[in-house]
C-alpha cells in the first residue's frame, strides 16, 4: 500500500498534493456581512449573545443606545 501511495505522488497526481487555498472575499460582501445584523430589542440582541454593541459594529442601531454613547444594550 506505502509503494502505491508514493507512486502517485511521484506521478504528480494532483489529487494527492491537494492544498486547501485561502478563499477570497469582495469588499462587497464583507459590507453585506456587517449589516446583515438587526436586533429589534435589546432582549432580541442579549439572547443572541450579541449585547452589548459597539457603535460601528454589526447590529449597532441608535434605538438600542438609550444613553447616546456608543454602546447599545449596555445594561
Known amino acids: 500500500m506505502l509503494a502505491a501511495s508514493s507512486a502517485d505522488a511521484a506521478s504528480g497526481d494532483p489529487r494527492k ?3 486547501a487555498k485561502p478563499r477570497r472575499i469582495s469588499s462587497a460582501q ?3 456581512v456587517a ?4 436586533y429589534p430589542n435589546c432582549a ?3 439572547s443572541a449573545g450579541a449585547a452589548p454593541i459597539k ?3 454589526p447590529g449597532y442601531s441608535g434605538q438600542l443606545d438609550r444613553d447616546g454613547d456608543g ?3 449596555e445594561r
Do not use: L, P
Request: charged fraction near 35%; charge should be positive.
Open 17 to 19: 498534493s491537494r492544498k
Open 55 to 57: 457603535r460601528g459594529d
Open 44 to 46: 432580541t440582541a442579549r
Open 30 to 32: 464583507i459590507s453585506r
Open 71 to 73: 454602546i447599545a444594550c
Open 35 to 38: 449589516t446583515d445584523s438587526y
